[in-house]
Structure formats: structure tokens, C-alpha cells
């Protein structure tokens, strides 16, 4: 039994047992309520529930991004074997980047106006791994133009306002994974764009997952995405998993009222 | 880039001319007849004929827009004509007292500066801690003290009470005491837009996303924190600064500085209509200039600026 | 609402403020124990005594009266500024966001223009030209002051503009204009009141500082300014002189101050800066 465990540790990428969150705000309610969820390499975990359950705030705990105000408790906390308690700032920019990167709902929101996307996909790269300029600029446009940026060194000059929101969304991918990081936690990476972009962006969160053997945690609401990419699925509802299991089960013999309710609601 | 200069210099010139064209007038308003007032630097009790030769002499029989563009010919060459009180170039005189004053407004931002700005920081990275709560009474307190008042209390304590200063003020007074009596109503304000606009940015995305980057705290907060909250700062900067030129006249009459503003204090006093033509037209060159600056560095540090 | 308002104990401060700096205006000729002009040459530079309460200036005028007169002037000269900015500012600013285009276009120019003056310099140029006076100094702040206003209030009316029930309205046939002066209007006062309150306590400092510097109200007129302004020879030996004016614009500066954080508070609501 001890010895399965530790097998299986290895092929997991984030492992929470009861995560507890309470905002700093004032309100009486948990934000999220003993959430434990586990994410396989290589594999895409989907997130599910409505706006409001609390699944953003699950990621933002994970990437350690919750405000200070706000009281974060778990009872175990492991991102790519790196057990996550009480770590220094510096310790946390090593593993954010390095092995767990997060894209966001907003991509226009989520560079720095001021700067060159170039510069910022650098910024990233020179932050984990010791390169020159130049050869982090190589490194740069080449993942660019594995995610499809055909003239990758203009799109190295231009600035953020410049680019459509999906070329953004791909800028912040190739941000993300970059580094190689283990786990990558998408939170409606796809909700913001168009529907015409939607495919595309997806397309290419698989490719990546599978091509780097990389796990996935992807938030979403929306189910028909899930039914697209995702190996594993966990139902959130009011700050608590409510049902999971991997996308036949759910899909094809849910449980729960609520998850019954959802799939109702896309059909 | 050029091409964004010389696009704000082409927007500045009708508001030159209507500036232009509001100084010109303040003659015609001005209570008087000019034509009087020049005779009777020609002649000791000048009759009317006399009155009319020098009218004809200065242009002011003809119609006001012909006498418009004879002054705006003259402006051009900097002559704004000499001042009724001692006639002297008014130019000649400006140039004398104008570095005074910039000195003066110079040292009030530096103090706005240092004081705003870590207090602004320090309130939004750590609010409702007492730094905060400081810095918000202070800043609540500050909006609501006149400034001439500050620089009298001072003037009392530092001068007459502990003899730091001398209370006549003149030549050898040092502007520190001036310069932070000017400075103490803005940094109030300051402190808060600081703290407003670090807060801000603090919340947006590329901030968040930033830090999932794994960056360090330093590139964090200097790099991308400091450069995005100091743009607000960027043009309220050019706007005190131009305030405080032009507002200098209350600091330099309580301080007996030499200044521009207590030149044009003066001028008012005795009516003396070209040094106050002057004095505006110069001040609105400057303080258009003061802004054209702030457009040029703001879009160095906002590429999205050139494009509008 | 009235709730929320009255739980703020710097709204409750701010408003007894006022509500007394109000009073005190209002009641002036019979609050004042003497007549604030009244010189008395042998009782010049007294200490405080039950006839003359904070003493007499350096013309033996009683400053207790010369304070309360002083508030009557104050209040008459910001509100004339005010009621002058807001009756210009509202209906530019409105028509400026409502019609958008060319007229917005221009008007905005304008506004520009004007608020590249600082309105020190046009203060300075009309006292100049038209002699000092508190008339002069009530025309030239206004002409300058209510550009700004005038773009804050534009900015509210195309953020209200754009919601869907004014849409609902034009599609319901209801006119322009009664759309402008009775549904954008509805919807905007409340920070328009927020705002002129705040604006209130700046007004007062700046009508404080014009006069100081003899450009505003001139003396022997009982004004706050020019009481400081009159006791800067006697700084050396009499600071209760600049003292006692001073305190009363300071209090009645933070009494807006406080009612309009207050009513910002109470309101909630983002003002369009």
C-alpha cells in the first residue's frame, strides 16, 4: 500500500487534500471548503462549476497568488514533489515559472502594457534558467513558432495592444511553458476570446500537455470544452468537489443532481 | 516619434493664439486710457492734443486688430513693451527674476517628491497599517491649511521664535523654508494619488501574471510595479510644477523672494498693464511648454500614447 | 441610506461643522459683540476681555467680530462661486457627453484651453486690469474653475448615456431633451453634490489665499484673508493675530472637507476623476 503511494507520487503533478479558503473580506462563508483534487502528468484535469464556486480561487492558492488578508489552509500541498508550506518568496518564484506556470481569463490583462512582448517573454525565460539575452531571445522565438506565430521576431517587438486577444492568449502559453513546468493551471483561458479563436487556443493546450507530458488543471464552466480535452473532471459546487471521475463517468453515469443538472443545461 | 512632437507643437499654437489674443485685450479692459498714461511719461500734465501725438506714436489711433498683430509682431521680437513704473524692458526684467522662481518651484517638487512618493508606496503596500493612517491624516490635514498660513506659523516659529531665519527675509534666506511651504498643501494630495495608483496597479492582471512568471520581487514591483503607477504621477508632476510657477506669487511676497510672482504682485498693484501682459504671456508659453514635455516623456513610457 | 450616512462619525463632525460655520454666517450681526469695522485707536492690541472676546487688531477692531463677519464673507463669496461653476458646468458638461461628435469635439478644445490657464495667473491678469475687488475675484475663478467640472460632469453623462435604459427611453419616443434634463440628470446628481461639497473647501482656501495677497476682497472688509494678510507686520509680537483667522479656515476648510469624504463614502459610488 505504502509502496503504491509512492508510485503513483510520481506520476502526480499537484496533489491538495483539503484545502480551505476564507477571504479577509468580511463574509461568514468559505470561499472554498476542503477541496482535495490530484492532477496526473501528461493528463488534463478539468475543473468545473459555476461563477462564484470558488475554482478560481482554488488555482490562485495553488500559485500561492491569494492576498494576504485573505487565510489559506490545507492539510497537504504538493506541486511536482515540492511539498508547499510556509515558503519564502524567493522559494516561490523558483517553483512558479519552473513548475507550475498559470495562463489567465484576461489576456489582454495579463501583460504589462509597457513593455515589448518580447520583453517580457525573456523577463520569464532568464528568471529559471541561466542564459544570455541572446540565446534566450532564440529560445523565445522558437516557441513562438511552435505555437504557430509564423513571423515570430515581429511579434517579439510589438507591444500588447498591438496583438489580438488570442495572439496574446498564445504569447502567455508560451510564457508559461517555457520553463518545462510540470503542471500547467489554465483558469478560462478561452472564456475571453472569440469562438473562432476558442478552438484554436485548445488545440494547442492539448498539443502541449501531451507533446511536454505536462499535467493540466483547466478551469472552466463550460462543459463542451471538457468533453473536448479533458482526461479527468471534478464538479465544484459552493466551495466544495461534489463528484469526479474521469470524462466517460461523468459524462455518460453521473451522480449527482447537480452535475445531472449541468450536463442537462449544455444539451 | 517626430512625428507625435510635431503633432502636439501644431495642437499648442491656437491655444498660444487665444492666450495671445486674451493678454492683448486685458489693455483694452483695463480701466484707462493707455494713450494718458504714456503722455504722461512724455509730458509733465499733457493736453489733449499732446495725447493724441503720442496715440498716433504708439499705434493706438488704428483699429484693435491692426494694433493685435503690430503687439503680436512685437511679442515675437520679445518686446513686450516697457513697464509704466520704471520703463524698463519688461523681457529684461522677467529674465531677472524669473530663475528665482524657478529655483523656488524647483525645490517644492523635489520635497513633493520625496515625501509622497515612499509614503504613497508604503500606504498601498501595507494599508490600515499606522504608517497608513499617518500619512492619511497628514494628507487630509494638509488639503485643508492654507499655504500662506503654513509659511507665516513658520516664519514665526523659525524666525521670530528660534531666529533660524530672519523674518525680513531678503537675499541670503535660503529657499528650503519657501520651498516646503509651497510643497506642504500638494503633498497631501500627492501622497494619495501615489497611494491610489500603486494600489491599482497592485490589482491588475499583468501584475498577477507577472508574479505566476516566477520573477523576482524586485523585477516584480521596480520593474513593472513602478514603472505602471508612475504615469498618473508623471502628469499630475507637470501640473503642480506649473502651479507652482505660476502660484509663486504668495510664497515669494510672504518670504520677500525676488521672484516673478511678486514682480507681477507688484505690477498689479500699480496697474502697470505691460509687465502683467508680459508676465501672462510668458507664463502661458511656459506652462504650455511644461505640458508638451509631460506628452513627450509619458509617451517614452507609454507606447500605446503615439498611436491615438 | 440616511443610515449608512449618519454611521460616519467624520460625516456627523463635518456636517456639525458646517451646520455652525452656517449659523455663524447667516447670524452675524447678531452673534458679533461689536461692529467688525469699528476702530478704536486706544484700545488697539488688547488681550482677550469679556468685551472684546480674542482681543483687538492693531486698528483696535474686535477680532471675535471681525471672525464672525469674516465667515459671512467667506460663505457668500464660495457659494457665488460655486452656484456660478455648477449652473455654468452642468448643462456644457451634459450636452457635451450627450451629443458626442463635433460639439463634443469643440467643447472639449475649450475646456482644454482653459484648464491649461491656472487660474492663479487669470486672477492675477484680471485684478490687474479691472482693479482688485471680491467681484473681480468671484468672475475670474469661475471663468476658469468650471472647465474642470464641466469635463467630470461629461464623463458621468456618456458613462449613463451608454446604459441601456436611456435606449429604452429614446426607443419609447421620449425627447432628448427630456432625457438629458430629467433621466441623465436624475442619475448624476448625487456626485455632482459629492463633488461640490469637496470642491467647497478648495474654493474657500483659494478666496482666502487671493485675498491675502490683495487680490480678492479688499480691506477694511472683515475677511479671513485679509485679517492674515493685515497681521503679517505685527508677526514678531502678536502671532495671535494670524492665529485666530487661520484657525477658522482651517476648521471650516476640514468641516466640507469631512462632509464631502462622508457623503463619498455614504454614496459609494466611483467619482469620475
Same mark, same amino acid.
Given at each position: 500500500?505504502?509502496? #503504491?503511494?509512492?508510485?503513483?507520487?510520481?506520476?502526480?503533478?499537484?496533489?491538495?487534500?483539503?484545502?480551505?479558503?476564507?477571504?479577509?473580506?468580511? +463574509?461568514?462563508?468559505?470561499?472554498?471548503?476542503?477541496?482535495?483534487?490530484?492532477?496526473?502528468?501528461?493528463?488534463?484535469? @478539468?475543473?468545473?462549476? #459555476?461563477?462564484?464556486?470558488?475554482?478560481?480561487?482554488?488555482?490562485?492558492?495553488?500559485?500561492?497568488?491569494?492576498?494576504?488578508?485573505?487565510?489559506?489552509?490545507?492539510?497537504?500541498?504538493?506541486?511536482?514533489?515540492?511539498?508547499?508550506?510556509?515558503?519564502?518568496?524567493?522559494?516561490?518564484?523558483?517553483?512558479?515559472?519552473?513548475?507550475?506556470?498559470?495562463?489567465?481569463?484576461?489576456?489582454?490583462?495579463?501583460?504589462?502594457?509597457?513593455?515589448?512582448?518580447?520583453?517580457?517573454?525573456?523577463?520569464?525565460?532568464?528568471?529559471?534558467?541561466?542564459?544570455?539575452?541572446?540565446?534566450?531571445?532564440?529560445?523565445?522565438?522558437?516557441?513562438?513558432?511552435?505555437?504557430?506565430?509564423?513571423?515570430?521576431?515581429?511579434?517579439?517587438?510589438?507591444?500588447?495592444?498591438?496583438?489580438?486577444?488570442?495572439?496574446?492568449?498564445?504569447?502567455?502559453?508560451?510564457?508559461?511553458?517555457?520553463?518545462?513546468?510540470?503542471?500547467?493551471?489554465?483558469? #478560462?483561458?478561452?472564456?475571453?476570446?472569440?469562438?473562432?479563436?476558442?478552438?484554436?487556443?485548445?488545440?494547442?493546450?492539448?498539443?502541449?500537455?501531451? %507533446?511536454?507530458?505536462?499535467?493540466?488543471?483547466?478551469?472552466?464552466?463550460?462543459?463542451?470544452?471538457?468533453?473536448?480535452?479533458?482526461?479527468?473532471?471534478?464538479?465544484?459546487?459552493? *466551495?466544495?468537489?461534489?463528484?469526479?471521475?474521469?470524462?466517460?463517468?461523468?459524462?455518460?453515469?453521473?451522480?449527482?443532481?447537480?452535475?445531472?443538472?449541468?450536463?442537462?443545461?449544455?444539451? | 516619434?517626430?512625428?507625435?512632437?510635431?503633432?502636439?507643437?501644431?495642437?499648442?499654437?491656437?491655444?498660444?493664439?487665444?492666450?495671445?489674443?486674451?493678454?492683448?485685450?486685458?489693455?483694452?479692459?483695463? &480701466?484707462?486710457?493707455?494713450?494718458?498714461?504714456?503722455?504722461?511719461? #512724455?509730458?509733465?500734465?499733457?493736453?489733449?492734443?499732446?495725447?493724441?501725438?503720442?496715440?498716433?506714436?504708439?499705434?493706438?489711433?488704428?483699429?484693435?486688430?491692426?494694433?493685435?498683430?503690430?503687439?503680436?509682431?512685437?511679442?515675437?521680437? =520679445?518686446?513686450?513693451?516697457?513697464?509704466?513704473?520704471?520703463?524698463?524692458?519688461?523681457?529684461?526684467?522677467?529674465?531677472?527674476?524669473?530663475?528665482?522662481?524657478?529655483?523656488?518651484?524647483?525645490?517644492?517638487?523635489?520635497?513633493?517628491?520625496?515625501?509622497?512618493?515612499?509614503?504613497?508606496?508604503?500606504?498601498?503596500?501595507?494599508?490600515? +497599517?499606522?504608517?497608513?493612517?499617518? =500619512?492619511?491624516?497628514?494628507?487630509?490635514? +494638509?488639503?485643508?491649511?492654507?499655504?500662506?498660513?503654513?509659511?507665516?506659523?513658520?516664519?514665526?516659529?523659525?524666525? $521670530?521664535?528660534?531666529?533660524?531665519?530672519?523674518?525680513?527675509?531678503?537675499?541670503?534666506?535660503?529657499?528650503?523654508?519657501?520651498?516646503?511651504?509651497?510643497?506642504?498643501?500638494?503633498?497631501?494630495?500627492?501622497?494619495?494619488?501615489?497611494?491610489? +495608483?500603486?494600489?491599482?496597479?497592485?490589482?491588475?492582471?499583468?501584475?498577477?501574471?507577472?508574479?505566476?512568471?516566477?520573477?523576482?520581487?524586485?523585477?516584480?514591483?521596480?520593474?513593472?510595479?513602478?514603472?505602471? &503607477?508612475?504615469?498618473?504621477?508623471?502628469?499630475?508632476?507637470?501640473?503642480?510644477?506649473?502651479?507652482?510657477?505660476?502660484? &509663486?506669487?504668495?510664497?515669494?511676497?510672504?518670504?520677500?523672494?525676488?521672484?516673478?510672482?511678486?514682480?507681477?504682485?507688484?505690477?498689479?498693484?500699480?496697474?502697470?498693464?505691460?509687465?502683467?501682459?508680459?508676465?501672462?504671456? /510668458?507664463?502661458?508659453?511656459?506652462?504650455?511648454?511644461?505640458?508638451?514635455?509631460?506628452?513627450? /516623456?509619458?509617451?517614452?513610457?507609454?507606447?500605446?500614447?503615439?498611436?491615438? | 441610506?440616511?443610515?449608512?450616512?449618519?454611521?460616519?462619525?467624520?460625516?456627523?463632525?463635518?456636517?456639525?461643522?458646517?451646520?455652525?460655520?452656517?449659523?455663524?454666517?447667516?447670524?452675524?450681526?447678531?452673534?458679533?459683540?461689536?461692529?467688525?469695522?469699528?476702530?478704536?485707536?486706544?484700545?488697539?492690541?488688547?488681550?482677550?476681555?469679556?468685551?472684546?472676546?480674542?482681543?483687538?487688531? %492693531?486698528?483696535?477692531?474686535?477680532? $471675535?467680530?471681525?471672525?464672525?463677519?469674516?465667515?459671512?464673507?467667506?460663505?457668500?463669496?464660495?457659494?457665488?462661486?460655486?452656484?456660478?461653476?455648477?449652473?455654468?458646468?452642468?448643462?456644457?458638461?451634459?450636452?457635451? =457627453?450627450?451629443?458626442?461628435?463635433?460639439?463634443?469635439?469643440?467643447?472639449?478644445?475649450?475646456?482644454?484651453?482653459?484648464?491649461?490657464?491656472?487660474?492663479?495667473?487669470?486672477?492675477?491678469?484680471?485684478?490687474?486690469?479691472?482693479?482688485?475687488?471680491?467681484?473681480?475675484?468671484?468672475?475670474?475663478?469661475?471663468?476658469?474653475?468650471?472647465?474642470?467640472?464641466?469635463?467630470?460632469?461629461?464623463?458621468?453623462?456618456?458613462?449613463?448615456?451608454?446604459?441601456?435604459?436611456?435606449? $429604452?427611453?429614446?426607443?419609447?419616443?421620449?425627447?432628448?431633451?427630456?432625457?438629458?434634463?430629467?433621466?441623465?440628470?436624475? %442619475?448624476?446628481?448625487?456626485?455632482?453634490?459629492?463633488?461640490?461639497?469637496?470642491?467647497?473647501?478648495?474654493?474657500?482656501?483659494?478666496?482666502?489665499?487671493?485675498?491675502?495677497?490683495?487680490?480678492?476682497?479688499?480691506?477694511?472688509?472683515?475677511?479671513? *484673508?485679509?485679517?492674515?494678510?493685515?497681521?503679517?507686520?505685527?508677526?514678531?509680537?502678536?502671532?495671535?493675530?494670524?492665529?485666530?483667522?487661520?484657525? @477658522?479656515?482651517?476648521?471650516?476648510?476640514?468641516?466640507?472637507?469631512?462632509?464631502?469624504?462622508?457623503?463619498?463614502?455614504?454614496? =459609494?459610488?466611483?467619482?469620475?476623476?
Amino acid at each position: 500500500m505504502l509502496l #503504491e503511494e509512492s508510485c503513483m507520487n510520481d506520476k502526480e503533478v499537484l496533489k491538495i487534500e483539503n484545502l480551505f479558503v476564507h477571504f479577509g473580506t468580511g +463574509s461568514k462563508k468559505e470561499a472554498v471548503n476542503g477541496v482535495s483534487l490530484t492532477v496526473q502528468k501528461g493528463k488534463i484535469t @478539468a475543473l468545473i462549476g #459555476e461563477s462564484g464556486c470558488g475554482k478560481t480561487t482554488v488555482a490562485l492558492a495553488v500559485m500561492g497568488l491569494l492576498g494576504k488578508q485573505d487565510e489559506v489552509k490545507w492539510s497537504k500541498l504538493e506541486i511536482c514533489q515540492n511539498m508547499i508550506q510556509n515558503i519564502s518568496f524567493r522559494k516561490w518564484q523558483f517553483i512558479r515559472g519552473n513548475k507550475v506556470s498559470m495562463i489567465f481569463q484576461d489576456p489582454l490583462d495579463s501583460l504589462d502594457p509597457l513593455f515589448t512582448v518580447g520583453n517580457q517573454i525573456i523577463e520569464g525565460i532568464r528568471s529559471h534558467q541561466k542564459v544570455s539575452k541572446k540565446q534566450a531571445y532564440n529560445l523565445a522565438v522558437k516557441q513562438l513558432k511552435n505555437l504557430q506565430f509564423e513571423d515570430a521576431e515581429r511579434i517579439m517587438k510589438c507591444y500588447p495592444f498591438e496583438l489580438s486577444g488570442g495572439m496574446c492568449q498564445r504569447v502567455m502559453i508560451a510564457i508559461a511553458i517555457l520553463a518545462r513546468p510540470g503542471l500547467l493551471i489554465a483558469d #478560462e483561458p478561452t472564456t475571453a476570446l472569440d469562438v473562432t479563436v476558442q478552438a484554436e487556443i485548445l488545440k494547442q493546450i492539448y498539443q502541449m500537455s501531451r %507533446n511536454y507530458n505536462m499535467g493540466v488543471l483547466f478551469i472552466t464552466h463550460d462543459l463542451g470544452v471538457v468533453a473536448e480535452i479533458a482526461d479527468n473532471v471534478y464538479i465544484m459546487h459552493n *466551495g466544495k468537489i461534489i463528484e469526479d471521475g474521469n470524462v466517460e463517468k461523468i459524462f455518460n453515469h453521473p451522480v449527482q443532481n447537480y452535475t445531472k443538472a449541468l450536463l442537462e443545461s449544455i444539451l | 516619434m517626430f512625428q507625435f512632437i510635431f503633432k502636439r507643437i501644431v495642437q499648442l499654437i491656437p491655444i498660444l493664439f487665444i492666450v495671445s489674443i486674451i493678454t492683448f485685450s486685458l489693455s483694452s479692459f483695463s &480701466a484707462g486710457d493707455a494713450a494718458r498714461v504714456l503722455a504722461e511719461r #512724455e509730458y509733465i500734465r499733457p493736453n489733449t492734443k499732446e495725447i493724441e501725438l503720442v496715440r498716433v506714436k504708439y499705434g493706438l489711433d488704428k483699429p484693435l486688430p491692426v494694433q493685435y498683430c503690430n503687439w503680436l509682431k512685437k511679442v515675437f521680437k =520679445g518686446d513686450f513693451g516697457n513697464s509704466y513704473k520704471n520703463n524698463k524692458p519688461v523681457l529684461g526684467e522677467m529674465i531677472y527674476y524669473f530663475p528665482n522662481t524657478v529655483k523656488l518651484s524647483l525645490g517644492a517638487i523635489i520635497i513633493v517628491i520625496c515625501i509622497s512618493i515612499p509614503v504613497g508606496i508604503i500606504s498601498a503596500l501595507k494599508p490600515n +497599517s499606522i504608517f497608513d493612517y499617518v =500619512g492619511r491624516f497628514f494628507s487630509f490635514f +494638509s488639503a485643508s491649511v492654507p499655504s500662506f498660513w503654513v509659511g507665516l506659523i513658520l516664519l514665526y516659529v523659525l524666525g $521670530a521664535k528660534l531666529k533660524f531665519i530672519s523674518v525680513l527675509g531678503g537675499r541670503n534666506q535660503g529657499i528650503l523654508i519657501p520651498a516646503f511651504t509651497m510643497a506642504f498643501g500638494m503633498c497631501g494630495a500627492n501622497i494619495r494619488l501615489m497611494k491610489a +495608483s500603486i494600489t491599482e496597479v497592485l490589482n491588475k492582471g499583468y501584475m498577477q501574471a507577472a508574479k505566476a512568471k516566477g520573477i523576482s520581487c524586485i523585477r516584480l514591483y521596480c520593474k513593472h510595479g513602478l514603472k505602471n &503607477a508612475i504615469l498618473p504621477i508623471l502628469t499630475k508632476t507637470g501640473i503642480m510644477f506649473s502651479g507652482f510657477l505660476c502660484g &509663486a506669487s504668495i510664497i515669494e511676497s510672504i518670504f520677500s523672494i525676488s521672484g516673478i510672482g511678486k514682480y507681477a504682485l507688484d505690477a498689479v498693484i500699480t496697474k502697470d498693464v505691460p509687465v502683467i501682459q508680459g508676465y501672462v504671456m /510668458l507664463m502661458a508659453v511656459i506652462v504650455v511648454v511644461i505640458n508638451l514635455a509631460v506628452d513627450i /516623456l509619458y509617451s517614452l513610457i507609454d507606447p500605446r500614447i503615439k498611436v491615438q | 441610506m440616511t443610515k449608512k450616512i449618519l454611521k460616519q462619525k467624520g460625516f456627523i463632525i463635518g456636517l456639525a461643522i458646517v451646520i455652525f460655520f452656517i449659523l455663524i454666517a447667516v447670524f452675524a450681526p447678531y452673534i458679533a459683540p461689536n461692529n467688525p469695522l469699528e476702530m478704536n485707536i486706544s484700545c488697539k492690541l488688547q488681550k482677550p476681555s469679556s468685551q472684546y472676546w480674542l482681543g483687538t487688531d %492693531n486698528l483696535g477692531r474686535c477680532i $471675535a467680530s471681525r471672525i464672525i463677519w469674516g465667515a459671512r464673507s467667506t460663505l457668500l463669496y464660495s457659494m457665488t462661486v460655486l452656484t456660478a461653476i455648477v449652473i455654468v458646468s452642468i448643462p456644457i458638461g451634459l450636452i457635451s =457627453g450627450y451629443v458626442g461628435g463635433r460639439t463634443d469635439a469643440v467643447i472639449m478644445r475649450v475646456i482644454d484651453i482653459i484648464m491649461a490657464i491656472p487660474s492663479f495667473m487669470l486672477v492675477l491678469a484680471v485684478a490687474g486690469t479691472l482693479g482688485a475687488s471680491a467681484r473681480n475675484m468671484i468672475i475670474a475663478m469661475s471663468s476658469v474653475w468650471w472647465a474642470g467640472y464641466a469635463r467630470i460632469i461629461r464623463g458621468m453623462a456618456i458613462e449613463v448615456k451608454q446604459k441601456d435604459f436611456i435606449l $429604452a427611453l429614446k426607443s419609447a419616443g421620449c425627447s432628448h431633451v427630456k432625457i438629458i434634463t430629467k433621466h441623465i440628470f436624475k %442619475n448624476i446628481a448625487e456626485p455632482i453634490i459629492v463633488l461640490a461639497t469637496l470642491e467647497l473647501g478648495s474654493i474657500i482656501l483659494a478666496i482666502a489665499s487671493f485675498s491675502f495677497i490683495g487680490l480678492g476682497a479688499q480691506p477694511p472688509t472683515p475677511e479671513w *484673508g485679509i485679517m492674515i494678510s493685515d497681521s503679517k507686520d505685527y508677526i514678531q509680537s502678536q502671532p495671535q493675530l494670524m492665529i485666530y483667522p487661520g484657525i @477658522a479656515i482651517i476648521i471650516t476648510v476640514i468641516g466640507f472637507n469631512m462632509l464631502g469624504e462622508g457623503l463619498k463614502n455614504a454614496f =459609494g459610488r466611483k467619482l469620475y476623476e
